[in-house]
């Protein structure tokens, strides 16, 4: 049976987006959660017992798990790709990691696309902005917008050059998050976090710091596990650029010390 696409992965980022679709039975999916499995069945996609089941007759992949799966889950597709399938990395790590799952995706005759999510799925659901880069990056576009995506752009035909855009940016985001739960966790244990955030009100104007502040400390409860590793990715891709990831080191940790506190973090 043909099918438009396939997903692996099937956590926040897959299940809103096969939702806001309606992909139904033109998707099917995989995870490695039964939960996630059963909750593919009840969305009304094909929920498949493999990998390899879920890539059947698809002409296009969506690789939509955590960073530290990603090379993994593109290894392991690869032995399952008929020629010229587009597997669409959404995953956030470093651009060598993408070239890495690249040359395998490749070599078995698969066609590889290096896609950056830029924002938070919800509530922006398919209208989420994406950067594609790759030489198949638009052919893949074409196959994103038939599916439901609105706000997709090719950055290149390079394989991480979406993927460095993306962590890149991350340094300062998930920075500014982790920088945020610092200052708020001395500012409450000395006593002054309404003074210390009307003083951050009073030089800035454009967002309220106790929004903002709520906001971070949110994201990271929420997904700080996720983030950690994702800024893992982002400290390799420094490295690569030759620069040392001081902040983002520090980041990994606090992203991740507050997502294990919360035991969340574990979806995309």
């Known amino acids: 049976m043909t099918r438009k696409l396939a997903l692996i992965g099937y956590g926040e980022a897959g299940s809103t987006f096969a939702r806001a679709g309606g992909w139904g039975k033109d998707a099917a999916g995989y995870d490695l959660l039964a939960a996630c499995r059963e909750a593919l069945a009840t969305d009304g996609l094909v929920s498949a017992a493999t990998v390899g089941e879920a ?7 969506l690789s939509l798990v955590t960073a530290d799966e990603a090379l993994g889950v593109a290894r392991d597709c690869a032995r399952f790709l008929a020629p010229g399938t587009l597997f669409c990395d959404m995953n956030s790590v470093a651009p060598d990691t993408k070239r ?3 040359a395998a995706v490749e070599a078995a005759g698969g066609r590889y696309v290096d896609v950056a999510v830029l924002a938070p799925v919800n509530p922006a659901c398919l ?3 994406l950067m ?3 030489a198949a990056a638009g052919k893949a576009e074409a196959l994103l917008r038939a599916a439901g995506f609105t706000n997709t752009r090719v950055v290149g035909e390079e394989v991480g050059r979406a993927s460095a855009i993306k962590m890149i940016r991350s340094v300062m985001v998930k920075g500014l998050e982790a920088l945020t ?6 500012a409450s244990a000395a006593g002054v976090a309404d003074e210390v955030l009307a003083s951050l009100d009073a030089s800035e104007k454009t967002v309220p710091w106790r929004t903002r502040a709520a906001y971070n400390l949110e994201r990271m409860a ?9 800024m893992e990715e982002a400290a390799r891709t420094l490295i690569a650029l030759g620069v040392a990831p001081v902040m983002t080191r520090a980041t990994v940790l606090r992203q991740r010390e507050v997502g294990l506190k919360n035991g969340k973090g574990e979806s995309q």
């Open 222 to 230: 929420t997904h700080g596990t996720r983030r950690a590793a994702e």
């Open 55 to 61: 890539l059947v007759g698809t002409p296009l992949v």
């Open 181 to 186: 739960d610092e200052m708020m966790v001395a």
């Open 132 to 134: 594609l880069s790759g």
């Open 127 to 129: 209208a989420v902005p």
């Open 100 to 102: 890495e799952a690249a």
